[in-house]
């Protein structure tokens, strides 16, 4: 039930939707409250991977910038996304790093290639 809450709010659902799709689902509903606490659990292990050492070597590294739409306080903006990805000597693919930014420009792709490297990449 966890893991489906945390999908839904992760699909941009929100919370009184969220509410309502408990309730369709399982005949009650979910207090925004409890959304809330799921959502701080959530963003507490994303940070601690944010955060993680990068452990063994990589024979790729790809790096790229995507542009989402973000609604934040009913303001919808648009943000760019570093991410950079990896594929180890065995062929395995692993995402190794992924910065939200307000540009996709020199300066955020030096600060997110430095964050890289001193988590051990």
């Known amino acids: ?9 992760l699909a941009g659902i929100s919370v009184r939707r969220v ?3 408990t309730e369709a689902l399982w005949g009650s509903r979910v207090s925004p409250s409890t959304v ?5 659990k959530l963003y507490g292990r994303i940070k601690k991977w944010l955060k ?5 070597e990589f024979v790729y590294v ?3 910038g995507i542009w989402l739409k973000r609604c934040w306080a009913g303001e ?4 760019s996304i570093l991410v950079a990805g990896g594929v180890d000597q065995f062929g395995y693919r692993q ?7 307000a540009k996709e420009d ?9 964050d890289l490297k001193a988590r051990g990449l």
Request: hydrophobic share 45%; aromatic share 8%.
């Open 95 to 101: 995402v190794l790093g992924v910065k939200e930014g």
């Open 52 to 56: 993680s050492r990068i452990e063994g």
């Open 106 to 114: 020199k300066e955020s792709w030096i600060a997110f290639l430095r």
């Open 19 to 21: 509410e309502d799709v």
């Open 62 to 64: 790809f790096l790229d």
């Open 36 to 40: 809330s606490n799921l959502n701080k």
């Open 1 to 9: 039930m966890e893991e489906a809450l945390i999908e839904m709010y």
């Open 76 to 79: 919808v903006k648009n943000i």
